[in-house]
């Protein structure tokens, strides 16, 4: 039988008294999707963060196609053909696409960069991984799912044949998913090896041939993903049964007053960009409103709103009919209008 092209084998990493990731065994093939899924603080990024040399292990060892390697550094694993995309891309800003992906690699012509060839460069990278991006655009003025893009191909431009992605959906829309799902096929049918770190079960289900389940720093289980569902991948991450039956939801009956009420509310970010346009709503008295939407399209700045932290652009805020939106924050409070921050 072929190596495995990832083997980690008992991989230990504690602070302090927490073992982050304790005895892990992982085998990922080549040419095979990998997912790995645990809940918030199982030890995913830990482990990953460990294969691409950014922390170094208490114990453990790490074949790379069969050959043990010592990964001291993300230099050392780009050179071992590892890559890796970050939930918080590393893109620079400021610079183009085609700089942000030749960086540290650029065509010279005698001391200076050749910008005509660089161009052509990234051109030709983006045509051949068929990954579309306009290499003479600025980081700054492009979508997420652009940047995932431009990222993604970065780590395959330094040779990347074994691609780590943490959390690669947690920022995109569903159309932005299923484009990149369609990228990771590709990928995989070239023969790379894709692990994806995950907690979303339905994505598991759909992309992954195998799938390595963490809890609290330990593995719970390695299963073949066509052998497998939600229930059990879910009961194997919280390590009990889990119930997928919905609650049931009632319509609140008696006292029906609204007590809060946003009036075309708009808000700035704190980099003056208007994040929440002419927002309206009413919360009654014993309701849950949800508030859905992918990261970063202003869910953060109306919660910021309406506990007084953020910059009320236009609009107004009423609780129980008073009119709330200048106070300040501590004065909210003694409205009963409370904020528990989630970090
Ligand atoms: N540098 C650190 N110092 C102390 N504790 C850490 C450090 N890094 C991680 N931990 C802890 O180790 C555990 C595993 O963290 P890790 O980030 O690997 O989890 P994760 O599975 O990636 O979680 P998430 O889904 O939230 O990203 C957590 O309890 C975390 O708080
Ligand atoms: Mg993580």
New binding site residues.
Partial sequence: MDAYAVEMRNISKH??G?W??RNINLQVKQGEVHAIV??????????M?ILYGLITPDSGAILINGQEVKIASPRVAIDLGIGMVH?HFKLVPGFTVAENICLGMEPRQGLLVDREKMLAMTLKMSREFGLTIDPAARIKDLPVGILQRVEILKALGRGARILIL??PTAVLTPGETRELFNTIRKMAAQGKTIIL?T?KLKEVLAISQRVTI?RQ?CVAGNLVTRETNERELASLMVGKEVSFQAFPREEVKGATREVLRVDRLSVYDSFGVKKVKEVSFGVKSGEIVTIAGVEGNGQTELAEALAGLGEVAGGRIFVNDEEITSLQAVKRRERSLIFPRTG
């Fill in positions: 602070y302090g927490l982050a990731n645990g809940e918030n603080g199982a030890g995913k990024s830990t482990l963060n939930q943490d959390e770190i907690h963490l720093g």
